[in-house]
């Protein structure tokens, strides 16, 4: 049984810092695109940052890009999402998203991001 399991959430003032973490288990992630997605109440969700798990290549919303830094560690089955410069409007519950072609999307339940001004 696939899962992802995010931590790190938390309330940070702004211009603080926080550092999401997912716990994948359950398959290989290989040849998966993994994803950092975000949801504000009253919104869409919407894309934050991938990353090829095999091959590490990355990808940004330009809103985030220059302050969040994604990465993996493969031994650990882990991603992380680095969140520097936290800004009000970066409050929401942060999701974790592993997807391919071809096959099903895995979500994880979502960790809540608060950022205080």
């Known amino acids: 049984q696939v899962q992802l399991v995010e931590s790190g959430g938390g309330l940070v003032q702004a211009g603080g810092s926080l550092r999401l973490s997912c716990a994948a288990s359950g398959r290989t992630f290989s040849s998966y695109t993994m994803n950092w997605f975000r949801q504000a109440p009253g919104k869409e969700r919407e894309f934050v940052a991938a990353?090829?798990?095999?091959?590490?290549?990355?990808h940004y919303a330009d809103f985030v890009k220059g302050r969040f830094t994604i990465s993996r560690n493969i031994a650990k089955n882990t991603m992380y999402l680095q969140m520097n410069s936290l800004k009000p409007d970066d409050t929401a519950v942060y999701y974790c998203?592993?997807?391919?072609?071809?096959?099903?999307?895995?979500w994880g339940q979502g960790t809540q991001v608060t950022v205080s001004s």
């Open positions: 990353i090829n798990w095999s091959g590490g290549s990355t």
């Open positions: 998203n592993a997807n391919r072609l071809g096959s099903n999307a895995y």
